[in-house]
């Protein structure tokens, strides 16, 4: 066994961390500092370099910190190949990504060509190691496909080479503490052995663990992804009753979600659920019941509910400036929440889409997501609308002579919507998606503030 740390009880296995993306990097950061050594592999060479010189890759708060720390600590380093990985190491768990494919099915190749290379390190070894996919696979993948793959590859089975399943809950803008802390530990095994070497690995973490089979373990994932979604999209739907019938959607919200039953969490109503987990994971989900042939009243939906809400957004800010021909619109908010430079199915893509075909010149703002966006819509412009959206690097700027702002993301320097600011639009009209503005600041200094989810006064 690789040594690992040995200062109260059985030395702690040392951890191995495929995949050096968000969640890989996030991952293997929490080990270290948790007190368990870890060793890191990344395909790409540039991304190695990066992180052993303390840079992290991604826009994360407290990420950078966290890395340098672990570096100082000897704690955690990133070698060069798969074998320094496998032989590294007892526990490797498999961060690696898993794209949405065509027709929308979960992309397994960069799995199936790590898992590849691990069972070519592996072969011909006679130490145990515990391969632990983390990424998200459809339930079922672990067991039937993963494991059949790593048998064969590294000809090895079940008395040296074990498989378990172990889904993150890390959540972007809030990935340090989640992986440090995570509120439970859901692990998949297949044998009491397994289940002690993540035990131990998990040893110095203040979280239940949960142990299951690995089919479980993936459901996990998808189940709790798909409820999140569920109620993001319930409290948007609710918000469109709250407009017309009167209220404010987070004083009701507030009020249902303190019934413990129904939880506090993920009932702010917005311009619809984004980024690279939940559409993925729902889709995923539906696909694979549908494959079963089993007909989903609910999550079948989910996908289209969530489009509408975006389309709901859009007409909000028609109603507020009337026709959007040669209206100048300031965007604020382009990632696809606040807290991160992640534009992946961020919702400002079909809002700024819409309005640029119907005839709106668009000026947009983000404090950190304005490079990844800029890049995918230079990629995929509207037809024949590529000028008609431009960047911003000040909030100012921005609303320079605008006809209106729209808040897309609520960012912390959004809330703050100084006086000023109104001042520099043609018309001081606010669509507010997120209801970003403290109550205080939405009627003051002569700004038309409209929220989602909030009546007119
Ligand atoms: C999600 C899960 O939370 C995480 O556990 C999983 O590992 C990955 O997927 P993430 O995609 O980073 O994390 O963001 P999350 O905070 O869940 O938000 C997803 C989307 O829902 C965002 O667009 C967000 O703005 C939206 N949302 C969330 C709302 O509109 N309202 C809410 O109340 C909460």
Same mark, same amino acid.
């Given at each position: ?121 592996? %072969? ?165 019941? %549908? ?121 912390? !320097? ?11 639009? %043609? ?14 600041? %939405? ?8 929220? !989602? ?5």
């Amino acid at each position: 066994m690789p040594t690992g740390s040995r200062s109260r009880g059985p030395p702690t296995p040392v951890v191995g961390v495929a995949g050096l993306g968000y969640m890989g990097l996030a991952t293997g950061l929490a080990f270290s500092r948790r007190r368990v050594r870890t060793v890191g592999y990344d395909i790409r060479p540039e991304l190695r370099d990066r992180i052993r010189a303390g840079k992290t890759p991604i826009y994360e708060a407290g990420l950078p910190e966290l890395l340098r720390g672990e570096i100082q600590s000897h704690r955690f380093h990133v070698v060069d190949g798969w074998a320094d990985l496998v032989h590294g190491a007892d526990v490797i768990f498999l961060c690696l990504p898993t794209p949405r494919g065509p027709g929308g099915r979960i992309d397994l190749r960069p799995i199936r060509q790590g898992v590849r290379e691990a069972g070519a390190a592996l %072969r011909g070894g006679t130490e145990y190691r515990l391969v632990v996919v983390k990424s998200t696979v459809v339930p079922g993948t672990t067991d039937g496909v993963i494991r059949p793959l790593m048998e064969r590859v590294s000809r090895r089975d079940s008395t040296t080479l074990g498989l378990a399943s172990n889904p993150e809950f890390l959540a972007e803008g809030n990935m340090v503490q989640d992986a440090l802390e995570p509120e439970r530990i859901v692990v998949g095994v297949s044998s009491a052995r397994d289940a002690r070497l993540l035990r131990a690995v998990y040893r110095n973490f203040p979280a239940p663990m949960l142990i299951q089979s690995p089919t479980e373990a993936e459901l996990v994932k998808y189940a709790s992804n798909a409820f999140l979604a569920v109620k993001v999209t319930f409290a948007n739907e609710i918000s469109r009753l709250v407009e017309r019938v009167g209220g404010d959607i987070d004083r009701v919200m507030e009020s249902v979600g303190a019934d413990s039953r129904i939880g506090s969490k993920f009932l702010s109503a917005g311009p619809g659920f984004g980024g690279s987990c939940f559409e993925k994971d729902v889709r995923a989900l539906v696909d694979r019941a %549908r494959e079963l042939g089993i007909s989903w009243g609910l999550l079948s939906h989910l996908s289209e509910a969530n489009r509408a809400q975006t389309h709901h957004a859009t007409a909000l800010v028609r109603k507020a400036v009337g026709n959007l021909r040669g209206k100048s619109i300031a965007l604020l908010g382009l990632a696809f929440k606040a807290g991160t430079d992640d534009v992946r199915e961020s919702r400002a893509f079909p809002l700024a889409t819409d309005l640029v075909l119907g005839g709106a010149v668009v000026r947009a703002h983000d404090p950190a997501a304005v490079r990844n966006f800029r890049r995918v819509w230079e990629q995929t412009p509207p037809a024949g609308k590529s000028k008609a959206l431009t960047f911003c690097s000040t909030v100012e700027e921005c609303l320079r002579s605008a006809d209106v702002a729209v808040i897309q993301a609520a960012w912390p !320097l959004y809330r703050t919507w100084p006086e000023r600011w109104t001042k520099l639009m %043609r018309r001081p009209i606010v669509v507010d998606l997120r209801r970003a503005i403290p109550e205080p600041r %939405r009627h003051r200094g002569g700004i038309g503030w409209v929220g !989602l989810g909030v009546a007119a006064r």
